[in-house]
């Protein structure tokens, strides 16, 4: 888009450009190229020297099982985060839309989770699920069922897994309710004398005008889910028992600031941005088809 | 087929009572651990300790919440206290969120109202940020940072995260639906560049920057592991990193208490700001991700 109307100095809009520029060149593309860099060459032991080496970090690094097993993980924990956050907040949602009159007054009180850090949502899950001292922690030890997420590698992926949905499910919930209250009530109404039910009308009228919705969230859900529940996993887990809870991002972490191994959580990095920029790219053709056809 | 259709009178009610019911589980679901955790602040962390927290208040509350406000010293743990660490999470989030609106709002304005050499090489450079989140950049955007002896510097923290790809797409679609007439109007009545990007586009973008301001204060408060790598002396440690490490590895005897009263004054801020601006801060969610 171009506009008719421009102011014609010459160096105002370089200056008006310099901090944004400058932030990005150094904090962001430098950066950048340095894990690009740093990725295919390996340093010796005192960082002083070091040497090309092509993709083998990138061969260490895939034919690693450890970082297999953290993919799988990542996998699970991404997917079970995506499904459980977004199919409650749609829920909820659709449950809000339907009661117009006390809708504003639900959203208040839902919305404001996502005010939360992931890592608070973590320690609040800690309080009440922590064996020794949360109030349903020691119910379900009281009941017989051994229950210590510290220790058990099944119940600790379950717990960051609940953790990292329960906090999302505000803003899926807040981007939904917006996707809902513009569906035209016509239409549902017309669907509803022609003898459609809720459940039917919600399935071949609501959920179809929502897809744009769902699949944007769909996208930041997994964004969330990769990058941001850091917090959530450091808060509650330390990626333990083990490495149970460890996802792909936490590892590059552990592998470069904990352990010192610069190639490796390069190459890490690297993997992770062709990630970022697959997400980005495939949320770009969207926005692009909705725009076109809107 | 149609249950609040179909039988009004008598089923209707009871149906109606259904969606009710489950919505106010879902409020539950969100509420409880908060109100656990606001009962356990006026407790004593002997009775937390012992897993016997009752579901009614406490007398200890002005205790805990002074001591850990104040001190650093609790019964079993040493923690920065509370009162430094909200004030560097509020430097934090309010540098990011007034540095991000003030460096895109200007790159934006240049972007829209200019045409100059490199003009869209820089755009794209700006647009390419998308996709670098400070996650996959972590090691060398902290070598970076050392380098120039940020390290547990307020600069440190906050000017890494203050360019933003989405505030200033954000802002530059907001300007390109202003209209031809107005920049021409004000031409005409020899404004320059400045005066019409103080007199006109600044008071237009008002709601934009007010709904942006939530978002990016609650993204600055919330930061997590770009603290956790920046911050290494208690002086310049965040209240959300402070909590995790005030719970180490989660020891029964430790201070839970003053844990609990830390992460009820960590949740104030952010959430008063999305309660009390709902309706911008909705909006603006809604609008920056188009």
Known sequence: MQRRVIFDNKALPYLLLAPQVAVTLIFFIWPAAQALWQSVHLQDAFGLRSQFVGLENFEAVLSDPNYLETVKTTIIFSVSVTVLSLGSALGLAVLADSKIRAASAYKTLLIWPYALAPAVAAVLWM??????????????????????YRLNDGQALTMVILAASWKQVSYNFIFFLAG?????????????IDGAGAVRRFWTITFPLLSPTTFFLLVVDVVYAFFETFGTIHALTHGGPGKATETLIFRVYQDGVVNHDLGGSSAQSVILMVIVIALTAIQFRFVERKVHYS | MNPDRANPRSGGRLMDMVPHLILMLGVLIFAFPIYVTVIGSTWDAATIGRGNLPLTPGGEMLNNYASAWSESQGNRVMHTPVRIMMWNSLVMALVIALGKIAISIISAYAVAFFRFPLRMVFFWMIFITLMLPVEVRIIPTYEVVANLGLIDSYAGLTIPLIASATATLLFRQFFLTIPDELAEAAKIDGAGAVRFFLDVVLPL?????????????IYGWNQYLWPLLITNSAEMETVVIGITKMIGNGEAATDWNLIMATTVLAML??????????????????????
């Open chain 1, 127 to 148: 309080f009440i699920f922590n064996p020794d001292i949360g109030i349903l922690g020691r119910a379900l030890n009281n009941l017989g069922y051994a229950w210590d």
């Open chain 1, 180 to 192: 809902l209250q513009a569906i035209p009530r016509s239409v549902l109404e017309a669907a509803s």
């Open chain 2, 205 to 217: 973008s008002r709601t934009n920057i007010a709904a942006l301001f939530v978002i990016l204060f």
């Open chain 2, 269 to 290: 801020p952010p959430v008063a700001v999305v309660v009390l601006m709902q309706r911008w801060f909705v909006k603006g969610l809604v609008d920056s991700e188009k």
